[in-house]
């Protein structure tokens, strides 16, 4: 069982930036592909970015691709989401999940463990 705990969440301004982090227990966490979703009121939950286990293959989401960077320290079980240059479309609740397998994938029911949520809101 993985527990799974976000952070760094709160209100900026557009064109600013969060870092979302996502702490992970658990020995294995290592070997999970760890990603990030995010669902906006009345909206279906969206990928956002994903990670291998090492770190050396990630995938994003075509909305966010140049301003969030996904990435992994395993020493600290912990999972990072820096979001730059954010705009008020990035206002949604922020979700950590991990993957049991090691391959990338974007789809959420892929996904076996998930974190509560961190809210982002983007102002204009």
């Known amino acids: 069982q993985v527990q799974l705990v976000e952070s760094g969440g709160g209100l900026v301004q557009a064109g600013g930036s969060l870092r979302l982090s996502c702490a992970a227990s658990?020995?294995?966490?290592?070997?999970?592909?760890m990603g990030w979703f995010r669902q906006a009121p009345g909206k279906e939950r969206e990928f956002v970015a994903a990670i291998s286990w090492s770190g050396g293959n990630t995938r994003y989401a075509d909305s966010v691709k140049g301003r969030f960077t996904i990435s992994r320290d395993n020493a600290k079980n912990t999972v990072y989401l820096q979001m730059n240059s954010l705009k008020p479309e990035d206002t949604a609740v922020y979700y950590c999940?991990?993957?049991?397998?090691?391959?990338?994938?974007?789809?959420?029911?892929?996904?076996?463990?998930w974190g509560e949520g961190a809210q982002v809101a983007v102002s204009s």
């Open positions: 999940a991990a993957h049991e397998r090691r391959v990338v994938v974007s789809t959420p029911r892929r996904y076996d463990y």
């Open positions: 658990g020995r294995t966490f290592s070997s999970y592909t």
